[in-house]
C-alpha cells in the first residue's frame, strides 16, 4: 500500500444529519417533551469512518454532500481525523429523525429519501467520485459501500465503482439491503469480501423468513458459498451470527445499558475491519467488532470509550459454534 493509500474508504452515497431526540418514552398520537436533541453527521459510512478512525485506522470518508449544508460533516470530519473525500453535489443533505425511547431502550428511525438526481447528474458525481477515490485506493485497502442510494441513482453506479475500486486492489464490503443488495451479489464479477446484512435484509435476499440462528447460519453459509469472504448477520439484541474461513458461530452479545441503537451496525463493521487491518484472525475480529457495538449503544454521543473497556467487552462475548 503506497503511502497515501488509505487503510479504509468508505463510501456513503446518501449520507444523512441524524437528528435524534431523546424522549421518556415515545407513545405514537402522544405529544412528547424532548429530554435532549442532538445533531450528528451520519449515514452508513460516515458512522463506520467515525469509529474506524477512533480505533486508529488511516480512513477516509467518501460519497456525495449537500453543497449547501456541508459543514456539520466537515466539523466531524476535522475534529476525528477523518480524511474528507466527499465529492459536494448541489442541494441540501437529508436529515434523518431518530427517536431515542429511554424505557425501551431503543430508537423509532425515519429516514428520508435524500438529495434526488438524475441521469446527467447520476453521471457527473459519479466521474467526480470515481477521480476522487483513485489516488486514495491501494492494494488491500478496504472499501465500504453502506447504505441507501439517493432517488435516481441505480444500482449501476454501484457496480461500476466497486468495480473501479477493485481493479485498484480494493477489499470490497457491502452493507446494503434489499434490491441493491441482490443485484450487487448477481452482477458483480467477484463476490464482495465481506457483508453484513442485519437479519431482516438476510430474509429479504433470501425470500423467507429466519427465525432460528441456524436459519440465519444456513443462508450465510449459502453466501460464502457464493464467493463470499465474511458474512456477519445481526440480530440486534440476539448478537451476530458471523461465517468465515473455519466455521460459522453465533457469537452472544453482553448485556448492557442501551441509551441508542442507532450506529450500531456501524460499529460492528468498523471493530470487525479495524481488528482485521491489525492482523486479528476471524472469528475473533467479528467479536472484537461486537464489542465496539456493544460499546457504540450505550452512549448518544458518537465515539467510543477507552480501548480497555472495548477489550472487557469482548471477553463477556460467548461464541457458539452453529
Ligand atoms: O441510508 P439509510 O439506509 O437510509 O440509513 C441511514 C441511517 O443509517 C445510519 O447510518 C445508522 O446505521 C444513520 O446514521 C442514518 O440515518
Known amino acids: 500500500?503506497?503511502?497515501?493509500?488509505?487503510?479504509?474508504?468508505?463510501?456513503?452515497?446518501?449520507?444523512?444529519?441524524?437528528?435524534?431526540?431523546?424522549?421518556?418514552?415515545?407513545?405514537?398520537?402522544?405529544?412528547?417533551r424532548a429530554r435532549a436533541e442532538q445533531f450528528e453527521a451520519g449515514g452508513k459510512g460516515i458512522g463506520v469512518a467515525a469509529v474506524a478512525a477512533a480505533l486508529g485506522?488511516?480512513?477516509?470518508?467518501?460519497?456525495?454532500?449537500?453543497?449547501?449544508n456541508p459543514q456539520l460533516f466537515e466539523r466531524a470530519f476535522a475534529e476525528r481525523g477523518i480524511a474528507d473525500a466527499m465529492v459536494r453535489v448541489p442541494g441540501h443533505t437529508r436529515t434523518n429523525i431518530k427517536l431515542a425511547d429511554a424505557e425501551r431502550g431503543d430508537s423509532t428511525d425515519i429516514n428520508l429519501a435524500g438529495i434526488a438526481f438524475d441521469a446527467e447528474s447520476t453521471a457527473q458525481a459519479e466521474a467526480a467520485l470515481l477521480a476522487r477515490l483513485a489516488p486514495l485506493v491501494g492494494e488491500g485497502t478496504w472499501c465500504t459501500l453502506a447504505g441507501s442510494l439517493p432517488p435516481g441513482v441505480g444500482v449501476e453506479s454501484l457496480l461500476r465503482l466497486a468495480e473501479a475500486l477493485r481493479a485498484r486492489g480494493a477489499r470490497l464490503m457491502v452493507d446494503t439491503g434489499g434490491k441493491v443488495l441482490g443485484e450487487l451479489l448477481d452482477r458483480l464479477p467477484a463476490a464482495p469480501d465481506f457483508l453484513k446484512p442485519n437479519r431482516a435484509e438476510l430474509e429479504e435476499l433470501v425470500g423467507q423468513p429466519l427465525p432460528a440462528a441456524a436459519d440465519v447460519a444456513r443462508a450465510a453459509l449459502a453466501l460464502r458459498a457464493r464467493g463470499v469472504g465474511l458474512v456477519v448477520v445481526s440480530l440486534g439484541g440476539d448478537g451476530a451470527v458471523i461465517a468465515g474461513e473455519g466455521g460459522c458461530w453465533l457469537a452472544l452479545p453482553p448485556r448492557v445499558p442501551v441509551a441508542t441503537t442507532v450506529g450500531a451496525g456501524d460499529a460492528l463493521v468498523a471493530g470487525t475491519l479495524a481488528a482485521l487491518v491489525e492482523g486479528q484472525a476471524f472469528p475473533e475480529a467479528a467479536v472484537f467488532g461486537m464489542a465496539c457495538a456493544a460499546a457504540r449503544i450505550q452512549r448518544i454521543a458518537p465515539g467510543l470509550p477507552p480501548r480497555a473497556e472495548i477489550e472487557t467487552l469482548v471477553a463477556r462475548i460467548v461464541l457458539q459454534p452453529v
Do not use: C, K
Not at 485506522?57 to 449547501?68: E, F, P
Open 57 to 68: 485506522l488511516r480512513t477516509a470518508a467518501s460519497g456525495w454532500l449537500g453543497d449547501q
Open 1 to 32: 500500500m503506497t503511502a497515501t493509500a488509505m487503510q479504509l474508504i468508505t463510501v456513503t452515497p446518501n449520507p444523512a444529519i441524524d437528528h435524534t431526540v431523546s424522549l421518556d418514552r415515545l407513545e405514537p398520537g402522544a405529544v412528547h
